[in-house]
């Protein structure tokens, strides 16, 4: 606490600049959109309420995430950040990325400033060998064309070590030397707000020129770190329950009646959730390159999460439940709430739904008409029977359901409904699929879909960061089919249920195809 008033004491004078954006620096390939508005939020809120005005950010700094979705120069936008700056595209394997400065436009054609520090390091210590380097590339992705005047700038991050290290004395004396040493570029030492103050000037300059920086439209693609996307795959399904938990618990929360008082204790827990969730999602957490005692503290984070979700879901619930003549409800794809008079099933989704749902079923339970009795791989039943729901809605189950007759047909080597017709082969491959509504067929022939193919993940290095170019190159079809069993034979749905070897693996798979629908689902075990 002592050295943090130092630090605001600081930021008053401003000698200390508080910034980067979010509330902390995220993977942004794996998260969600909403996760992301989210760092933002919560981060603008902690800045301005330790600095005042003074922490109003304009910047997103992003140095060491491994690449950038399309997504957010209009997220950026949205909420007040004009600069969007990183080191991490200098690492691109193959293809260089080729500009410092340049217009990056999202999918919306929303437009912020980047800049791609080309001193390519944020550990620099502003050594001549360092600052060379930085003008090199800085002169490399830089057109001719745009260089009018003096206007031609980059920044220099600088701090001693990889985690958070600032300033040394050498760092900030070799800067002092480098304004007056023939050779070396000017350096001005100032904050980020001011360059980013400056790059904004920089462009209209250039515009009353008729001249711009270059566009850059879509994903800032990193060519390296491909492997982030699937290291540790367990924590990928964490985050997006996580996510999809906690935005169901406040649709049922702001959705429902409104109460006397607002919810406070409940949104408080949901603000300390989203938080946990934020918190990991940093970029070496979320992509899977950490150490283990990350994940156990990860694991427990998401538990709490999940635990604060379920509660205030609960609760919500209960209020509307209160409150309307109709029970209320859950989302229809974790389950139905029993009230005293029926059943009903939520859609937090923006459009209307027909569905199938699935219920707990007892033994000795009569079979609905128009429903379908399955068995679930534990030995127990299920009831399976189509919901109709309106956008953002909740609606009774007795009497959504109804008597199908339409065509749905399975045998071992094929399943088929009044829109689809899909075949296998003797590798439970689909060898051919036919949509009869089109009336053509959807795959290339001698390309069959559902192929299950290993390949070999021996990276060069960063084992848990990296696919290789070239992994292709050691690739085995899984081939070995035990058996193909059909499982499900009704009203609303047939499955066929194959059974595969590979190496020490045992592999079982469910192909699922509905009455009236091209949806195919595939249940991969």
């Known amino acids: 606490p002592g050295l943090f008033d130092q630090i605001k004491a600081r930021v008053a004078e401003g000698r200390w600049e508080p910034g980067g954006g979010m509330w902390i620096e995220p993977d942004v390939n794996c998260v969600s959109g909403e996760s992301l508005v989210r760092q933002i939020l919560h981060g603008e809120r902690w800045w301005r309420s330790r600095f005042g005005d003074k922490g109003r950010q304009r910047f997103l700094y992003l140095p060491d995430t491994f690449g950038f979705g399309s997504n957010l120069p209009q997220i950026m936008q949205l909420a007040g950040l004009d600069t969007f700056i990183t080191n991490k595209l200098h690492w691109s394997a193959t293809n260089r990325f080729p500009h410092t400065t340049f217009v990056w436009q999202g999918i919306d054609g929303s437009e912020v400033l980047g800049h791609n520090t080309p001193s390519a390091d944020y550990n620099a210590v502003n ?95 990193l060519e390296l770190h491909r492997g982030t996307l699937t290291t540790q795959g367990w924590i990928k399904k964490a985050n997006r329950r996580a996510e999809e938990s906690l935005r169901l618990a406040e649709l049922l929360l702001v959705g429902g009646p409104r109460a006397a008082s607002e919810p406070v204790r409940e949104r408080a827990a949901l603000d300390e959730a989203w938080k946990l969730v934020l918190l990991n999602q940093f970029h070496d957490i979320l992509p899977g390159s950490s150490i283990w005692q990350v994940y156990a503290d990860n694991n427990a984070d998401h538990a709490e999460v999940q635990r604060i979700g379920q509660e205030v879901r609960d609760t919500a619930t209960a209020a509307l439940l209160a409150a309307d003549d109709r029970p209320p409800t859950t989302d229809h794809q974790d389950a139905a709430v029993a009230s005293p008079s029926s059943m009903v099933v939520l859609n937090s989704l923006p459009w209307p739904r027909s569905e199938p749902v699935l219920l707990p079923l007892a033994d000795s339970a009569a079979v609905p008409e128009g429903a379908q009795a399955v068995d679930n791989v534990d030995g127990t039943r299920a009831l399976l029977l189509e919901a109709t729901v309106p956008s953002y809605g909740y609606a009774p189950l007795a009497g959504t359901e109804r008597v199908h007759e339409a065509m749905l047909m399975v045998s071992k080597t094929s399943l088929e409904n009044a829109e689809l017709r899909l075949e296998l082969d003797e590798n439970g491959e689909i060898a051919r699929l036919y949509d009869k509504i089109a009336g053509r067929e959807l795959l290339v022939a001698g390309a069959p879909a559902n192929q299950l193919v290993a390949y070999e993940d021996r990276p060069m290095k960063w084992d848990a960061w990296d696919i290789d170019i070239f992994y292709e190159d050691r690739t085995e079809k899984v081939e070995c089919v035990h058996s193909i069993k059909i499982t499900e034979q009704g009203p609303l749905r047939v499955a066929l249920d194959i059974k595969r070897e590979y190496r020490n693996s045992r592999i079982r798979q469910t192909i699922y195809l509905y009455h009236d629908s091209k949806r195919i689902d595939f249940d991969t075990w």
């Open 127 to 221: 050594t001549p060998k360092e600052l060379r380097r930085g003008e090199k590339n800085y002169r490399e992705t830089t057109p001719e064309t745009l260089a009018i005047d003096e206007r031609s700038r980059w920044l220099q991050p600088f701090g001693y070590g990889d985690g958070g290290g600032g300033a040394t004395d050498w760092s900030i004396r070799f800067a002092e030397f480098s304004t007056r040493c023939e050779g070396l570029p000017r350096v001005k030492l100032s904050t980020a707000s001011a360059f980013c103050d400056e790059l904004a000037r920089d462009r209209v300059h250039l515009q009353a020129c008729g001249k711009d920086f270059p566009f850059v439209r879509g994903e800032l693609y």
